[in-house]
């Protein structure tokens, strides 16, 4: 008997007749022999309406009580689920995060786990139950107050229960078959991969691709949780999310990757970044350390870093940087403030940019990946303007409105395409 | 400095717009130096909207879920509420039932309070903070599962945290003025009363007076608390509930009913009552115990009980019941299956019919007041069905068309009737 942990997301549980369809599904997997712990999420648009009912009372909710009210949201489907459970023949209960003992820090809107003590959820199962569990939400040990987990934080929920106890399998449900390996809107070829690293699913989910967040990927790869990414609306395989022993020894020289393993495990984009150069910039030590304790002070998330090297008489560099469109204003501002001290020439803002991320594990060993890829973005005369890089993944900064034809273009030159459409997978590359 | 426990129902929470003004009310309350504990039910119709959702999903949704799913519709009023407090610039903080220390036993739906903890709710205040508390909620000791207290749960709950924290008063606001001495709809002459003994607030109650539910004014009565019946939408004082010491032994004899003692408290009517008579019951000792025992097994709640003195030399007799109308199927059902062990003559049904109380501590020692009130129904030739009567009470079973009529022929004759119409106290007799 296997025990399989299932999270569902609020699009699969947005209406009654949803609810029962997962219902359907989660009594399916237990009939089939397998013990089953489901991982629910708020229904469908719950958790912004009671934000926007929040904000009519109170021009700025505590923490806190935003807390106790989003936790609502998942009480009403994991209860709800747990009677349609229960009404398909199959014994349920429901607990909430606090009963099923995710245990967190105090930050309440983003409250990071610090235990996990399933020991009701554990009882539960014993007793022949379907356990059903809220998503998202916690409680701080030391005030006993209701935490949840920010956004995405169901999937953390799935993943760390299915952690502590020990499950076979963590199967995340949404409304697209699987990972691709782009996104089908953009990339009509794209096809479902059957399997990814956890370390090529990091660099897919920190560089823009959406279906799994890249905190719940983080744990299982940490603590060695089998993801299965697949749909609620089929029956088909999804894509495995295999976490590596130890990703960091993996090479060829040891034989350690297996001789399958793909040179290229997809290509992730990402629309929200904007890029700030800072023109002139004195080029002594310290100079752009000083720069980023600015922006890291005022919390803004520094992703890509490019200094150029200085070439003329003046001994001044330009540093370039992306970070989120939404804290724009905010690295701006930062920035013309310490205008003096830092000593630059000018500022220059640009969010009409566009990230493409080409990933896959297998280029740690083959040097031929990076002139494939930047022979394809030359062919289509794409302009580059920013690179970074890690072991696994070649990451380039292109003008916006050339992005989609770039990632169209690196797809085709590294053979992913299909021969069909992905349209008939149902994906929507959510 | 005081203490002060506030209820506000469902119906004073509605929306946005009243969550503020209760939450400028409740500030109020503490500027003027109190000490705040709210207790608040779920916002207007969201219990009766989650009941329909649970049976969209489930025919016969189990009780421990049902009981999960309701207690969400006040954690989302609870939040809602501290967070308008907040904005008004008093800290506050919201607590569940569990979190406030209301234990119950596990009958889920309709559990009952076995003790109350509310120790989080007393470092609270002495931290400073309006303690805000969800009605109706609970948390069953040994299985640690969430329960509710069943219909008019959030004034057991004031009244109950009201004993537990020593509070001066126990506020139950709605959009009633207060207790008047009959239903204005009814009888347009009714007044306000400003003070009622708790036991003759328990005989309204129980028959028919809808303000105050029975369960609360019990405890209220038995641990001593005062509540003050008000409402949410002016500053008028309301109906003050006053506990007697020991009513049972009030008598004029002892001197202790205070000369002031009103004779007459108020008129309940109460139309949600059926009437069967068994007629032809052989009159043999243990046949009328069988009937009541048949009805109790079955859980039918019978209220009136009137037995005919056998006059034929048949040795039969007719025995009347009322009961609750949703119980008329479910009784009469358990009759007739019964028939020939009983051994009846035949049984009648009748749904149309009401029942009046005169309810006032003053008439234990008034033997006049009988005389009144059954000539009050002769003069408007009003046929009385069935009598029963309490130290503090006298109830007729009348048609159901007779009822309102006979509600205000016996207030006049009590001189109850006050000089203006009652709407203009804005009472509508909830």
Request: hydrophobic share 40%; aromatic share 4%; with cysteine.
């Amino acid at each position: 008997m296997s025990l399989i942990v299932q999270k569902f997301g609020g699009s699969s549980v947005a209406d009654a007749a949803s609810i029962r369809r997962v219902a359907r599904r989660v009594v399916e997997t237990r009939d089939a022999g397998n013990d089953v712990v489901v991982v629910v999420s708020a229904m469908g648009d719950t958790t912004d309406e009671l934000i926007d009912l929040a904000n009519e009372v109170a021009p700025k909710p505590p923490a806190r009580e935003m807390d106790m009210l989003l936790t609502s949201g998942e009480r009403i489907s994991m209860s709800l689920l747990a009677m349609a459970v229960s009404a398909y023949g199959a014994p349920a209960q429901s607990f909430t995060g606090s009963q099923a003992g995710m245990i967190t820090d105090g930050d309440h809107g983003a409250a990071s786990l610090v235990e996990v003590n399933p020991e009701r959820i554990r009882e539960s199962l014993d007793q022949g139950n379907i356990a059903i569990v809220a998503g998202f939400q916690g409680v701080h040990r030391a005030t006993k107050d209701i935490t949840t987990l920010g956004r995405g934080g169901s999937d953390t929920t799935a993943v760390a229960l299915a952690a502590a106890l020990d499950a076979d399998v963590c199967e995340i449900y949404s409304d697209v078959d699987g990972v691709f390996t782009a996104d089908p809107r953009i990339a009509p070829k794209a096809h479902k991969l059957e399997e990814i690293s956890s370390e090529e699913m990091l660099e897919m989910a920190a560089n823009g691709a959406k279906i799994l967040h890249l905190r719940c990927v983080e744990y299982a790869r940490r603590f060695g949780v089998k993801l299965h990414v697949r749909s609620s609306f089929t029956h088909h395989e999804g894509t495995w999310v295999i976490p590596s022993p130890d990703d960091t020894t993996v090479s060829v020289h040891t034989q350690e990757i297996p001789l399958e393993q793909p040179l290229i495990a997809g290509i992730a984009h990402d629309r929200t970044q904007a890029k700030i150069t800072v023109v002139g910039v004195p080029d002594r030590p310290g100079i752009a350390s000083g720069i980023f304790r600015l922006l890291a002070d005022a919390k803004v998330n520094v992703d890509m870093i490019v200094q150029n090297v200085s070439v003329s008489d003046e001994k001044t560099t330009d540093l370039s940087v992306t970070i989120p469109e939404t804290q724009g204003d905010l690295a701006m501002s930062m920035l013309r403030a310490a205008e003096e001290k830092i000593g630059y020439a000018s500022l220059e803002y640009n969010d009409q940019v566009g990230k493409l991320s080409l990933v896959g594990a297998g280029m740690k060993s083959n040097p031929g990946v990076s002139f494939t890829f930047f022979d394809a973005l030359a062919e289509h005369d794409i302009n580059i303007d920013m690179i970074s890089t890690s072991e696994v993944r070649i990451s380039v900064v292109t003008a916006a409105d050339r992005l989609d034809e770039a990632v169209r273009a690196v797809h085709s030159a590294f053979g992913l395409d299909s021969q069909q459409d992905a349209a008939v997978y149902g994906g929507t590359g959510r």
